[in-house]
C-alpha cells in the first residue's frame, strides 16, 4: 500500500498512539552540533534533545556525518523526522524533531564550520565509535594515522572529526567567542579526557597557543552513554509504517532502558539535562567502568564466542545454557570483580539488570554487528582487566575465552573470503589467513599485532599461556569447557 512520507506536512496524520513533538519545531533553534549521525545518536541523544525542545527551543541539533550520504538521502525528504521505535512487550513508536540537518562533511564543509562558529552553538557531541578518534593503541592520538596526517596538513579541509574540531575551535578562539562544550559518548574509558588529549596534541602541531587555550578553555565532561540500538531494517520499516499509517526510510529502533551520565561541571549546566531524566554526576568514571566491562565486555564475548557456536543474535545466544552460564560467571568474577565497591552502585543489581536486557527477546541484535572493530573494542573491553587480573595473581582462564574466540572468529573470516569490518581488516585477514591450526603458531601470529596487544601484556608468560589454552579448548566450534560453566 503507497502511504504518505512521514515529513512536516503529513506529521499531524500519525495514527493514534504514535508520540508526536510537543513542540513546534519552527521555533526551534540549532544549539547542538553532533558528530556521527549514525542509529545510535538518533536513537539516544536526539531523542533527549527532543525532550528537553519541549521546555527550551535551543536544542535542534544539526548533524555531521563524516563520510556517508545515506542519512542524509533517507532524511531529508522527511524534513528530518524519524521513527524511535522502542523494543518492548508493548513496543511504543515516537516521532523525533530534534534533527534539524544533516552535513555530509566531505560535501558540506563550510556549513559544517558556520555551525561550529555559530554563537548559537554550545554543545557538540560525538558518537565517531572508537576508530574515529584516531588513537594508538596507548590511548593517544596516533600521528602516523592518514587521517590525521591528511589533517595537519590541510587544516582547513580536514578528514577526521579532530581536525573539524581543532579548526572549529580555532575559528571560535579568533573570533573572540567563547567555546562549545564538547561531549563524547563513545564507549571509551575517560571518554572526555581521551578527546581532550587528542585535540591538544593535534593542536599542538599548528599552533602551541590553540593548544594551550584548548586545555584551559573547553570543557571536555566524561559521558556514559547506554542503550543497545540494533541496525534498522526492512521488518522495522515495515512496523514503523503500520503503526504510524506513514512511510519512513530510515526509522532507527532500541530497547526501552536508556541512560545517560554526563560529568557535572559548570559548562554543561547550559541545558537543563536532569529534567530530562539525564544523570549529572561529579564521578562519572564508576558508571563508565561498569558499562564498558559489564555491558560492552559481555557484548563482545557473546560475539566472538556465539558467532563460533552458531549463533546470530545476542537474545540466541543467551539462550544457548553453557553460553550464558559462561557470560553469568565472566560478569560475575572477573569483569564485575573487577569494579571497585561505590556508593551508588549495586555491582550485583547492575549485572542482574544488564543479563535481563541481553535475554529481551524483543531485541534482535546481530552478533555480527557487536563484532565489528574488534581491535579497538578488545583494548577497551577485556583487555585492561586481564592486565588487572594479571597483576593481582588473579586467573585468567575466562577472561582468556573471548580473546581467544576473536581469534578464532577472523580466522574463519579470512578462510571463508568474508569481509571483516575492522580498521585493522586487511593486516587482521592476513593473520588470520596464515593460521593453520597449531595453536601455538597461530596465538603467537595475534598477539605480534601491536596495534591491539600492548608489549607488557604480551611480554607476560601467563597472558600467552591463558590464550593458547583458550584456544584449543574453543576449537573451531565454540566449546566451552565445562570448568567454566560449560558443557565440553
Ligand atoms: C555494542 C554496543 O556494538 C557494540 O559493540 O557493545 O554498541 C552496545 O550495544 C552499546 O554500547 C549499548 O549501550
Known sequence: MERPRLSERTLAQARGGVLCPTYRRADCHI?????????????????????LLGSDPRWAISAVALHSVAARNALAPQDYLYGLFELAAQPRLRLIGALREILVAPIDRAAVFARLVAAATEVVTLTVTEKGYCLNCDGVLDASHPDIVHDLAAPGAPRSVIGFLVEGLRRRRAGGQRPFVLLSCDNLPANGPTLRAALIAFARHI????AEWIGSQVAFPRTMVDSITPASDAELIERVAQMSGLRDDWPVQREHFTQWVIEDVPEVRRADWASVGITLARDVSHYERAKLRIVNGAHSALAYIGLLRGRATVAEAMADRPLAQFIEQLLREDLGSSLPASAGMDGAAYRAATLERLRNPSVRHQLAQIAWDGSKKLPVRLLPVAAEALAAGRPLARLALPIAAWMRFVIARARSGATLIDPEAEQLLRVGAACTDEPQRDVGRFLAVREIFPPHLVSVPAFGQALLEAYRALGANGSIPAALGGDA
Open 31 to 51: 544549539g547542538w552540533v553532533h558528530f556521527g549521525a549514525g542509529a545510535f545518536h538518533r536513537a539516544h541523544q536526539a531523542y533527549y534533545a527532543d525532550r
Open 207 to 210: 599552533d602551541p597557543g590553540l
